[in-house]
């Protein structure tokens, strides 16, 4: 009897744990396909978070033989479907189930499928309203598992997926919108020059391309333009454009948006973006980006909608006294959110350089 109890055990244990995967592979699911979905929000009005949440939750963070060997991320099945195929056992065994030839093509199906008259109670939720959404698809019957939409949600929350939304949503309102690259095959890698600064830096605000002007060569941050750092509102320079709150500000070395958080520049992090794409379009140095931006390995690049700032940190948090630490965030996260220096939060909290607190600890971060 206690080895049968036993077997149960552990087949109830394979089951749960079959629906967690490590961190750091979707982490890596996410700053791969983000892009995909924040362009999907924008042509088809579906929430980036719910279709990052579906991918990771239909294609165990892009780990399934579905998504290895068919591009497929959402379990589409053939009905409908004219392509090429991949039989698997599902519900039933050998079922059908849609083949794409790249991701991207799965994303975009995956929208186009969502658009069909069986979902079309969804698009009149809120955009941004994550859980009438996944508790939307669930009752149109996406999926048959009971917990389809706690699921969901979990997903969304615990690797802060909404934030996607917004970054899709101020992209259609700033005057440079998010840019989506071709993802490059290994030979056009191989081919392509060391050090290629992206194509797609040197925006001015008024949406024109001019130049910037030219870096003094003391790196330090110049006075001698009186509207150095003052919102646009406040000059006859550009148009005022909020994003998440912060403010667009008069910067004269770079054409991309500037703005300030602690008073700290910084710009965000495109779809693309190297930290050496944009040491060029701020006329900065590489080394220096990476240092303003306590980078947490030598070849960490930004992901999209990143903040990369532009001068050294400051000691403290403008505002706010504490800061709890949320599932799946680092104490570089906490020190880009508020513009401190990690050695300086890391100093306040008497933590060693290796040291992570655990999610919910309380930081000090004034």
């Known amino acids: 009897m206690k080895k049968i109890a036993f077997i149960l055990l552990t087949c109830c244990w394979m089951a749960v744990g079959a629906q967690q995967y490590p961190p750091q592979v979707v982490k890596k699911y996410v700053d791969t396909y983000s892009p995909y979905a924040i362009k999907k ?48 056992d599902d519900d039933q065994k050998h079922e059908c189930f849609r083949k794409y030839a790249s991701v991207e093509e799965s994303y975009e ?16 939720l809120k955009i941004t309203d994550y859980k009438a959404w996944a508790k939307g698809l669930k009752a149109c019957g996406y999926a048959t598992n009971p917990q389809y939409a706690e699921k969901l949600i979990k997903l969304i929350e615990d690797y802060h997926l909404d934030q996607y939304d917004q970054i899709a949503l101020n992209a259609g309102k700033e005057s440079t919108h998010i ?31 001019q130049p910037a002007a030219t870096r003094p060569s003391n790196p330090a941050f110049s006075k001698r333009d009186r509207n150095i750092g003052r919102p646009f509102e406040e000059t006859t320079l550009g148009e005022h454009r909020p994003y998440q709150g912060y403010h667009q500000v008069y910067y004269p070395y770079t054409n991309r948006p500037v703005y300030q958080n602690n008073g700290t520049y910084f710009v965000i992090a495109q779809y693309g973006d190297t930290y050496y794409s944009i040491a060029v379009a701020t006329q900065l140095g590489v080394g220096e980006l990476k240092m303003y931006n306590d980078i947490p390995y030598n070849k960490y690049e930004p992901h999209a909608g990143e903040f990369v700032y532009l001068q050294h940190k400051k000691n403290k948090a403008e505002k706010s006294n504490y800061h709890i630490l949320r599932m799946n965030e680092s104490l570089r996260d906490v020190s880009q959110i508020y513009a401190i220096k990690l050695s300086a939060l890391r100093r306040m909290n008497s933590l060693k350089r290796n040291m992570e607190p655990e999610p919910g600890a309380r930081l000090r971060i004034r």
């Open 179 to 209: 840019e989506f690259a071709q993802q490059e095959t290994s030979d056009s890698k191989k081919n392509r020059p060391a050090n290629t600064p992206s194509q797609k830096i040197g925006h001015s605000p008024s949406g024109t391309h």
């Open 109 to 124: 199906d995956h929208s186009l499928f969502l658009k069909k008259s069986r979902y079309q109670s969804l698009f009149e």
């Open 41 to 88: 929000m924008q042509e088809h009005k579906i929430p980036a978070s719910i279709t990052l949440a579906q991918g990771i939750l239909e294609s165990a963070a892009g780990q399934s033989d579905l998504a290895v060997k068919a591009n497929n991320h959402f379990g589409i099945k053939c009905a409908g479907w004219t392509g090429k195929t991949y039989y698997k």
